[in-house]
């Protein structure tokens, strides 16, 4: 049997957490959980995730610093950012640092799928649509 | 003795007579002074009887108000304000007129010669005679329509960013938990047999559905804020622009502004109306900073880009609030007095061409902003 792609949610909100986990492990993820930008980090250093989910507004390091931090040590990392700032800014920032896809919350477990099995090319569609 | 008591009669009854026939030396003299000072005052001066009536307008009055000197004589103060205000104003100065107070910052609005309005604003002083009775008021007067515009533009920009830091705030807050919600609901339908909670689950879709649109509607109908249109501009202009608006303010204010701008500045593709905001916000702070007066320098330089400094000799900013005085809505002003947004838009306009603005400041000593522009803004 394949190894099972690592995915690590990281948000400060438990609840976003704790339905992501839920919904990848249905999918068939194995899933790890970080509250904070600095649990992300040391939890990336150590397991090598394949894919990270990041939120970007949380107290401490914020998910910007996160995404150039992981991209940095591994750029095959795939990142998804997802956020509930609703700014054209903030995903042109997140795409120069190196983020594979942006997508709005709340967004559809669908569309977050197509994301996780998806390659490049799809960067930012969910940000078209705003 | 009786001839020289008669001439000396006839000499005291002549002097007399040529003191309201010809005015003496003296009156001459300060006759030839005042209208010399009114002549070189860029100011409206005027001269009202107790009744409103003007007695007396210097030629500036044309510029202001489109009567000339002579058309004004006679004219009643009253019949000039704009007939929505009439009968507030008119009991405020019957009120001051009745007490003999002198008045400052008296802003009405007049009606042009040519119908449009104006909003101008007056200092006076009673004449009064030596036992006390009221012979009218004697003032300057300055048309700050421009003024009012230009606070009114930036008042209404600042209530649009106050708007969309709110609704941004106020959406991300809310997109956290509907994601929570909107997330839990599909797993939800994912699993579930029955075909009636099926129905209502997708009930429950369409609605989360429904409130997301309401938070696009909000950051879409935030972002139509419109886009600026940008023209080349030397910002040494646009700095003389807000200092000719202020000046008089600030003179009243007892505050001196020095201005040190570079010849060779060169022009940069901005927004006007966005850099006249950020100049009027960092004066304005400036002038809130020294209440007692001082001194403010303005200075341009050209460096790789440039830099624009402002630097007051107020009350300077504590160190410990120096890192919060660029957030939204972090006011120390009085309730009502500022919005806590200046600072944070300033930021934002200059931030949008790819600038800086720092601060440095001493407590008792004054306050330095510095604006870098990158080159080729």
């Known amino acids: 049997m394949q190894e099972k792609e690592k995915v690590l949610v990281v948000d400060d909100e438990a609840m976003i957490c704790?339905?992501?986990?839920?919904?990848?492990?249905?999918?068939?993820?194995?899933?790890?959980?970080?509250?904070s930008g600095e649990e992300a980090l040391s939890y990336a250093e150590r397991?090598?995730?394949?894919?990270?989910?990041?939120?970007?507004?949380?107290?401490?390091?914020?998910?910007?610093?996160?995404?150039?931090?992981?991209?940095?040590?591994?750029?095959?990392?795939?990142?998804?950012?997802?956020?509930?700032?609703?700014?054209?800014?903030?995903?042109?920032?997140?795409?120069a640092l190196g983020a594979d896809y942006c997508i709005l919350k709340p967004f559809k477990l669908e569309n977050l799928k197509r994301f996780l099995t998806s390659g490049k090319e799809h960067y930012g569609e969910e940000s078209q649509k705003i | 003795?009786?001839?020289?008591?008669?001439?000396?009669?006839?000499?005291?009854?002549?002097?007399?007579?040529?003191?309201?026939?010809?005015?003496?030396?003296?009156?001459?003299?300060?006759?030839?002074?005042?209208?010399?000072?009114?002549?070189?005052?860029?100011?409206?001066?005027?001269?009202?009887?107790?009744?409103?009536?003007?007695?007396?307008?210097?030629?500036?009055?044309?510029?202001?108000?489109?009567?000339?000197?002579?058309?004004m004589r006679g004219r009643l103060l009253y019949d000039l304000f704009y007939h929505e205000d009439l009968t507030k104003f008119r009991n405020l100065l019957v009120d001051v007129f009745n007490k003999r107070r002198p008045f400052k910052d008296f802003t009405a609005r007049f009606i042009h010669k040519e119908g449009h309005l104006l909003t101008i604003e007056?200092?006076?002083?009673?004449?009064?005679?030596?036992?006390g009775v009221l012979l009218g008021y004697i003032g300057v007067s300055r048309d700050i329509s421009e003024r009012i515009k230009l606070a009114k533009r930036v008042a209404e920009s600042q209530k649009m960013a106050a708007l969309g830091q709110l609704s941004a705030g106020i959406a991300h807050e809310i997109r956290n938990p509907l994601q929570v919600m909107s997330g839990y609901t599909q797993l939800l339908s994912m699993t579930e047999e029955s075909k009636e909670r099926k129905e209502k689950i997708k009930i429950i879709e369409e609605q989360i559905n429904r409130i997301e649109h309401i938070l696009q509607g909000i950051s879409q109908y935030v972002r139509k804020i419109p886009p600026k249109e940008r023209e080349k501009v030397n910002p040494n202009t646009?700095?003389?622009?807000?200092?000719?608006?202020?000046?008089?303010?600030?003179?009243?204010?007892?505050?001196?502004?020095?201005?040190?701008?570079?010849?060779?500045?060169p022009e940069i593709l901005i927004n006007k109306d966005e850099m006249y905001q950020v100049f009027l916000n960092l004066i304005t702070?400036?002038?809130?900073?020294?209440?007692?007066?001082?001194?403010?320098?303005?200075?341009?330089?050209?460096?790789?880009?440039?830099?624009?400094?402002?630097?007051?000799?107020?009350?300077?900013?504590?160190?410990?609030?120096?890192?919060?005085?660029?957030?939204p809505f972090f006011t120390t002003k009085e309730v009502g007095k500022g919005t806590g947004l200046g600072l944070s838009i300033t930021r934002s306009i200059v931030e949008r061409y790819g600038g800086t603005i720092e601060v440095e400041s001493e407590e008792g000593r004054g306050t330095n902003f510095t604006i870098k522009l990158p080159a080729g803004v």
Request: with cysteine; glycine share 6%; proline share 3%.
């Open chain 2, 285 to 327: 702070n400036a002038r809130d900073a020294m209440p007692h007066g001082g001194i403010l320098t303005i200075t341009t330089k050209k460096r790789k880009g440039m830099e624009i400094i402002f630097e007051d000799s107020g009350v300077g900013i504590p160190r410990e609030i120096r890192d919060k005085i660029f957030d």
């Open chain 2, 238 to 265: 646009i700095i003389q622009e807000v200092i000719s608006l202020i000046n008089y303010r600030a003179s009243v204010d007892n505050i001196h502004i020095n201005l040190h701008l570079a010849e060779d500045l």
């Open chain 2, 122 to 131: 007056s200092h006076g002083l009673p004449i009064l005679s030596h036992d």
């Open chain 1, 47 to 95: 397991e090598k995730p394949h894919i990270v989910l990041l939120d970007i507004k949380m107290p401490g390091m914020n998910g910007l610093d996160v995404l150039a931090r992981i991209k940095k040590a591994n750029k095959d990392t795939k990142i998804i950012i997802m956020t509930g700032e609703d700014t054209p800014k903030l995903f042109t920032e997140a795409k």
């Open chain 2, 1 to 71: 003795m009786l001839i020289y008591g008669i001439k000396n009669k006839f000499s005291k009854i002549f002097r007399k007579l040529s003191s309201y026939i010809f005015p003496n030396e003296e009156h001459i003299i300060w006759e030839r002074r005042f209208k010399q000072i009114a002549s070189l005052v860029g100011e409206w001066i005027w001269e009202i009887d107790s009744r409103g009536y003007f007695t007396y307008c210097n030629a500036i009055v044309e510029q202001v108000l489109g009567y000339n000197a002579e058309e």
């Open chain 1, 18 to 35: 704790s339905l992501l986990n839920e919904f990848l492990t249905l999918e068939g993820y194995q899933v790890a959980i970080a509250y």
